[in-house]
């Protein structure tokens, strides 16, 4: 994998090179297991071996602003550690020009029977900067951390937010050349952040190299040109920020293993589909849709699909595909707000269903029901398109969602009893991602109709 | 490998205004929130020495060798003992301590056993200057041998970094290291000749004591301030110690230097 920016003209215009860069980590059943190992000089192995990182290269231009996307555990902060040379690598090369100031947790090394100034300057002094220098900045920390009187006191009596504006303010008296922040910015309450995004603004255009690692994509889309995706060790995506968080977005929502380590082949394909898809016309792909023969779950091919679907059922009967169409689009993954959907599902029946129902749900992402509804819920009853043991049913609705996540569970059921029998339940087997609308706020729109007072009376 | 030792000074003597600045913090954070404050960098000195006092002046009533009182032969060995153990036996736990500092950010943990040093320093001023008082107080002449702790002084910290380095070290990945510095600690003040007086060993074994370095800085000390001795006296043992804390200094700087790679990994 080589994403080495080739383009970077002079040496000296880089503030970072990372290359090919590995770390190992030696994980130890026992305690003791150290020990023995060590002591047996490397002819017994005690450890299992993880690659924390496995192979990355990049390089950051001098007073550019980079993002680190990746999920938990996929090697960010092992990276900003070695950066901020706390850790060193097992393989590869680093190197960093210029003092390199890092965020890797706000506060750290604060002493709590300290009073916030003093750990101000003592951070400062740890950074290199002379205590007298530290001194003649103090005042203006002070206003930046905004924490009144209390910067006086012990930091060990501080509140949990008035600690994070002091570390913020802490870290941004280094001054640095490199400047390193791991998820520090989600904290603080929105006008702090707000000052800190002001503040990070000021430091790109001293030209200072920023390096961001974030969760929040619409932080990195916002402070940043460019970004990497970081996934098991491995450097998925480095470019273009916004691209970078939907990638980011596209990996969050399919975690089997296999699909991670080929996601770049994945992708590829999905947006020639999409390319392929576009130049059909709607007709067309519903048609095809609507004919093609039992050939396997089709439902894997799908733009929204979600490989981390939870299926369960008796298999009486199974979803084989689905079809999701919109004003604007065929097969979308992206949804605006506000468009006509219609939904197509087709089950096919392996043994005997008796009255089957087909329903589906939408859920957002930390698993609230907006809405689910079945065909028996409807007083509907199915039958078999031209006698086959094929069934399709249509389902059309209006997206009234907000930006964001959400789910989407199909279920093929019999609820003829109290007890409900399962044919074949896909909790979350599609992913969409609905647009920004500025049209309302909440999770859906109820349709508020406003009317003057004064209309209303004549 | 001496290349790359006095490129590791160097980074040492780099950091200079922190060591200072953590010295003090040291200091002071010992004593903070307490009312007396740092009096208690003098209170404790001496009340310790008020019990040695008590103990030998008043219950045991010994007397040291040549005439001079117990006490005061018991506290310039004590003195100097103090310093060595309580630095080596912090500074093992140095870079234990510091954990967040050494994991979160770019902290240069090669200064801690300066640092702690120097905190020392202050108390072993302070007792330094109760024992010339007390000299007075006994009336035991002075001579410009006295300048001579200063030299062993600086050997004294000069053995003891190269130590505290590898202790600290080790004490990162085996924490058996930070267990065992304490009863080490204790057997080493027994094998010194602080509290007993190095005649009672038989002269054919003399030299068996002067393989201790630490006799060396304490009867050092005893030299400067009691007998007015000079140091060029046993020059074999100078060369002796002074070889010695080169090669721990030596081995300490590298191996501290080497291990230090690894300590995010290791905590």
């Given at each position: 994998?080589?994403?080495?920016?080739?383009?970077?003209?002079?040496?000296?215009?880089?503030?970072?090179?990372?290359?090919?860069?590995?770390?190992?980590?030696?994980?130890?059943?026992?305690?003791?297991?150290?020990?023995?190992?060590?002591?047996?000089?490397?002819?017994?192995?005690?450890?299992?071996?993880?690659?924390?990182?496995d192979g990355i290269s990049f390089s950051v231009t001098k007073g550019e602003t980079i993002g680190i996307l990746g999920r938990n555990g996929s090697g960010k902060s092992t990276l900003l550690q070695i950066l901020a040379s706390v850790m060193t690598e097992t393989t590869g090369d680093v190197v960093v020009n210029g003092r390199v100031a890092a965020l890797l947790e706000l506060g750290a090394g604060f002493k709590p029977e300290f009073t916030g100034r003093e750990n101000v300057i003592l951070n400062g002094v740890i950074q290199g900067i002379p205590e007298k220098q530290m001194i003649e900045k103090i005042d203006e920390m002070r206003e930046f951390a905004d924490i009144g009187d209390f910067f006086d006191q012990p930091v060990g009596a501080y509140s949990t937010g008035m600690f994070v504006r002091l570390g913020f303010?802490?870290?941004?008296?280094?001054?640095?050349?490199?400047?390193?922040?791991d998820e520090a910015l989600g904290v603080g309450d929105v006008l702090f952040q707000e000052k800190c995004f002001m503040k990070i603004r000021e430091l790109q255009q001293q030209g200072v190299t920023i390096i961001i690692v974030s969760h929040s994509g619409l932080i990195i889309e916002r402070l940043c040109k460019r970004a990497i995706v970081l996934d098991k060790g491995n450097l998925l995506y480095c470019g273009n920020a916004v691209n970078a968080v939907d990638y980011y977005d596209s990996i969050m929502f399919s975690r089997d293993k296999t699909v991670v380590k080929n996601i770049n082949n994945i992708t590829h394909q999905t947006h020639e589909d999409n390319v392929n898809l576009n130049s059909l016309s709607k007709d067309d792909v519903l048609k095809e849709f609507l004919d093609a023969p039992y050939t396997g779950d089709l439902c894997v091919r799908r733009n929204s699909y979600n490989d981390n679907e939870v299926r369960f059922g008796n298999g009486n009967g199974e979803i084989i595909d689905y079809l999701i169409l919109t004003d604007s689009s065929i097969d979308p993954k992206r949804i605006v707000s506000g468009e006509k959907i219609d939904i197509y599902i087709k089950f096919i029946e392996k043994n005997k269903m008796e009255e089957p129902s087909i329903g589906?749900?939408?859920?957002?992402?930390?698993?609230?029901?907006?809405?689910?509804?079945?065909?028996?819920?409807?007083?509907?009853?199915?039958?078999?398109?031209?006698?086959k043991s094929i069934y399709i049913c249509k389902l059309s609705f209006n997206c009234l969602l907000n930006e964001g996540n959400y789910f989407i569970h199909l279920g093929l059921t019999c609820r003829l009893d109290v007890n409900v029998i399962y044919y074949d339940m896909r909790r979350s087997i599609a992913c969409i991602n609905v647009e920004p609308t500025k049209k309302f706020e909440g999770l859906c729109d109820l349709d508020f109709k406003f009317t003057e007072v004064s209309n209303c009376l004549q | 490998m001496l290349q790359r030792l006095f490129n590791f000074i160097f980074t040492i003597y780099q950091q200079r205004y922190l060591i200072k600045f953590l010295t003090k913090r040291e200091f002071v954070s010992r004593y903070i929130g307490t009312l007396a404050g740092v009096l208690w960098a003098i209170i404790h000195p001496l009340f310790t020495i008020m019990v040695f006092w008590f103990i030998f002046s008043v219950g045991f009533k010994v007397t040291g060798p040549s005439e001079i009182p117990f006490l005061l032969y018991f506290v310039t060995g004590y003195a100097p003992w103090l310093m060595f153990s309580e630095v080596l036996i912090i500074s093992t736990n140095?870079?234990?301590?510091?954990?967040?500092?050494?994991?979160?950010?770019?902290?240069?943990?090669?200064?801690?056993?300066f640092v702690y040093m120097g905190a020392a320093s202050i108390t072993h001023a302070i007792f330094l200057i109760i024992i010339i008082m007390l000299m007075f107080f006994y009336s035991v002449p002075f001579s410009f041998y006295i300048v001579q702790v200063f030299y062993y002084y600086i050997v004294l910290c000069f053995f003891l970094i190269g130590l505290c380095w590898i202790l600290s070290a080790a004490n990162v990945f085996h924490r058996d290291v930070g267990q065992a510095i304490g009863i080490i600690i204790n057997f080493w003040f027994w094998l010194t000749p602080i509290i007993w007086v190095k005649e009672i060993i038989p002269s054919n074994y003399q030299w068996l004591i002067f393989i201790n370095p630490m006799t060396y800085i304490?009867?050092?000390?005893?030299?400067?301030?009691?007998?007015?001795?000079?140091?060029?006296?046993?020059?074999?043992?100078?060369?002796?110690?002074?070889?010695?804390?080169?090669?721990?200094?030596?081995?300490g700087a590298l191996i501290y230097k080497r291990l230090k790679l690894e300590f995010a990994d290791a905590i």
């Open positions: 994998m080589q994403y080495n920016q080739s383009n970077i003209s002079a040496n000296n215009d880089i503030a970072i090179e990372v290359n090919n860069v590995r770390k190992r980590y030696r994980l130890f059943k026992f305690r003791n297991d150290r020990v023995k190992e060590a002591i047996s000089l490397g002819r017994k192995i005690y450890h299992q071996e993880f690659w924390a990182l303010a802490a870290a941004l008296s280094v001054e640095p050349d490199v400047l390193i922040i589906l749900g939408i859920f957002t992402h930390d698993g609230i029901m907006l809405c689910a509804s079945n065909t028996s819920q409807k007083k509907m009853t199915l039958k078999p398109v031209e006698g | 140095g870079a234990r301590g510091n954990l967040v500092l050494i994991k979160k950010t770019t902290f240069p943990s090669e200064v801690l056993p304490i009867e050092g000390y005893r030299k400067s301030l009691l007998y007015q001795e000079s140091l060029f006296l046993d020059f074999p043992v100078t060369i002796y110690f002074l070889s010695l804390s080169a090669l721990s200094f030596a081995m």
